[in-house]
């Protein structure tokens, strides 16, 4: 069973061909979203097409489907059709997928579960990935209100990080952001 | 809550003031708009109850509907968002090719010259190739009206492919697409950037063409009927605050905000007021009833109309037609769902809830249970007429 992934993550796509690929579905076509969709498609020939929920060529792909000669016209998967409940969860996952006719359910269901596995897992990637760099970029801030504390101030840097602490509870606003702000008006100051 | 799915179109315009000028709040019904890129996903997630309702391309409801490359789910259509917006627009070469001049072309000798063009090209071994919306959009179809009435056969003559709105400017100008057909305000854009000229608008093809719709599940309709029809409710006030004297700037400058449109303000403006600017560097033309948003009566979604789309699914699908899915595609239009929201309000109900479609020559009174409603000309460009109930001789006209 040959499946075809169409995602505008390339990261997301080798994630997702790794999973197929230890459970055993080693017919892969991974669909380079620089070059031309549709001939690519052609020339895989896949009996299984995944792509992302927002892909933006959706559209082109579907009436690619409708019309095409060279694919035995893969239809999109559906509630009542298939297995509802994991064709539900591929849909919130952001998962959508093309089946050629006559494919049989019991063998389409253990891919749509892995690819809404390895999306669930690249998103909670991506989170924990943004959570970091904000984290990053907090710390920073907080680090470079304190030295120019301590410099404009004279204070120790418990001190200096006492004044942010308690500014931030006074004006119900993060630590952060009030470090973000003194960094901001240094930098727009400068030594006045 | 009505959570509503659309595509970045100046014709997304009714659910959008409804929920920012405080028409949902003031029928008790809260809406939340859900931005998506392509029809496709629209569709899904209105199918997949991401989405209550969806802003969506009127022939895509049927096609979802009659079970049209893929497994039929039913849609109901009680409330139609707009008439006509749409434009032709020819890459500046093509322009060129078939000799645009400063106005509008006339569709006929524009026709006439693009058919010199198309087949050149054809016997080329390069056929001309044009981009619209979706396979099922009235784009498509009233492209391929236009195209197949002037002597150009589509899919023969002709290559038409798929660009969804906000590539088309781009398939435009990467050379991908000699023509696109497409909503505003795609159209400006491409011509605001130079690689585009506006040739035709589709209100010259059909004058009073349906465009795009408001879709529910059949199950939300039958589950949440009280709140649809104050949802309905909502979407008609949007629809006369839209027309009121003064209001355009400030609907254009919301419609342009990054997460509806994300386009200049000053674009939107020009389509709301119905002026558009042909060329680059041209002054707009003010052209009537480009867009059809509220006057007589468009809202309302009559039968016919959605006949005419059935019509033209089984010309270009090339499948049979079916009394019984000519009977389906109507259903999913829903004039009594319009009334009982409506009734006592100042929205115009007509009396009938099927017309012949294209034959009114001038204003003309028509029966209304509520209001007064005058029908000004829905012709098409080669002047016949549609009878929603003699579909198969309309199509064997057509063919011949």
Redesign the interface.
């Known amino acids: 069973m040959r499946i075809a992934i169409i995602d505008t993550s390339t990261t997301r796509a080798a994630i997702i061909s790794e999973g197929l690929r230890e459970a055993g579905l080693g017919d892969l076509a991974l669909i380079d979203p620089a070059g031309p969709l549709l001939a690519q498609l052609e020339a895989a020939r896949p009996e299984v097409v995944l792509v992302n929920?927002?892909?933006?060529?959706?559209?082109?792909?579907?009436?690619f489907?409708?019309m095409s000669r060279a694919l035995a016209r893969p239809?999109?998967m559906?509630?009542?059709?298939s297995d509802a409940e994991s064709?539900?969860a591929a849909?919130?996952a952001g998962v959508?997928a093309y089946i050629v006719d006559g494919l049989a359910k019991q063998r389409i269901k253990p891919v749509l579960d892995l690819a809404v596995r390895r999306f669930q897992a690249f998103a909670r990637l991506q989170n924990e990935l943004a959570e970091a760099k904000n984290a990053l970029a907090d710390r920073q801030a907080v680090d470079r209100a304190k030295a120019i504390l301590m410099k404009r101030r004279g204070l120790d840097e418990p001190a200096a990080y006492a004044l942010l602490r308690s500014h931030a509870m006074q004006s119900n606003r993060r630590i952060a952001e009030i470090a973000e702000a003194i960094v901001t008006s240094d930098a727009l100051m400068g030594d006045l | 809550m009505f959570r509503i799915g659309f595509l970045p179109l100046v014709d997304a315009a009714l659910p959008i003031l409804a929920h920012e000028q405080g028409f949902a709040a003031a029928e008790g019904v809260g809406i939340e708009l859900v931005r998506d890129m392509t029809w496709a996903t629209v569709r899904d997630r209105l199918l997949y109850g991401h989405t209550d309702a969806a802003h969506l391309i009127a022939p895509l409801a049927i096609a979802t509907t009659l079970g049209r490359g893929r497994p039929a789910v039913p849609l109901s259509v009680p409330f139609v968002l707009g008439l006509n917006g749409n434009a032709v627009t020819l890459s500046t070469a093509l322009a060129q090719a078939v000799e645009l001049g400063d106005g509008l072309a006339d569709p006929v000798a524009l026709g006439a010259r693009l058919r010199a063009v198309a087949t050149a090209r054809a016997a080329a071994g390069t056929p001309l190739r044009f981009g619209v919306v979706h396979r099922y959009s009235s784009h498509n179809y009233m492209l391929r009206y236009w195209l197949a009435a002037v002597g150009i056969q589509p899919d023969r003559d002709i290559e038409i492919v798929v660009t969804s709105p906000p590539f088309a400017a781009d398939a435009l100008a990467a050379g991908e697409v000699d023509g696109i057909c497409v909503g505003e305000p795609w159209n400006s854009i491409a011509v605001d950037r130079g690689v585009g000229r506006i040739a035709l608008v589709t209100a010259q093809i059909w004058r009073r063409g349906v465009e795009k719709v408001l879709a529910l599940r059949n199950d939300t309709m039958a589950e949440r009927g009280d709140e649809v029809a104050a949802l309905l409710r909502a979407l008609h006030r949007a629809a006369a605050h839209f027309l009121a004297p003064d209001t355009a700037e400030d609907s254009a400058a919301i419609l342009s905000r990054p997460e509806y449109c994300a386009a200049p303000a000053a674009t939107v403006l020009r389509a709301i007021t119905d002026r558009v600017r042909l060329a680059q560097d041209a002054e707009a033309l003010h052209i009537p009833d480009f867009m059809f948003q509220y006057r007589e009566a468009a809202n309302f979604p009559w039968r016919s109309q959605a006949a005419w789309l059935y019509s033209q699914m089984t010309r270009w699908d090339g499948t049979p037609f079916s009394p019984e899915e000519a009977k389906a595609a109507e259903g999913v239009f829903r004039p009594d769902l319009y009334r009982a929201a409506l009734a006592g309000s100042s929205a115009t109900l007509p009396g009938a809830s099927s017309k012949m479609e294209g034959s009114i020559d001038s204003a003309t009174g028509v029966g209304a249970t509520q209001g007064r409603l005058i029908l000004g000309s829905d012709r098409f460009f080669d002047g016949r007429a549609f009878d929603p109930d003699k579909i198969p001789a309309y199509l064997n006209g057509l063919a011949g």
């Open positions: 929920l927002e892909n933006p060529s959706r559209d082109v792909l579907e009436d489907f409708a239809i999109a559906f509630v009542d059709q064709t539900a849909v919130d959508s």
